[in-house]
């Protein structure tokens, strides 16, 4: 059996392009979450659109973060 040897540089790449695809995708919720919140007047969905906001908040800050370590240029 042989095994397959996989460049380093491809992997890295590929990390790198999921993560910029990541935080497209998650800029784009992060949009449509301001906009929902803006647009709510009924009280209950008021709270779940900031519940909404609030992690896609969180989770743009942690791709954010990860693209730094990995010294990805925005």
Known sequence: M???RTDPGKNAD???QQLL???RKTKYALDCAYSTFENV???DLIDCS???LKA???R???L???AELLDLTM
């Open 60 to 62: 743009y800050r942690f």
């Open 50 to 52: 900031i519940y909404e």
């Open 41 to 43: 007047v009924d009280p």
């Open 14 to 16: 590929s990390r790198r």
């Open 64 to 66: 954010l973060k990860q």
């Open 56 to 58: 896609v908040q969180m």
């Open 21 to 23: 695809e990541d935080i």
């Open 2 to 4: 042989q095994m397959k």
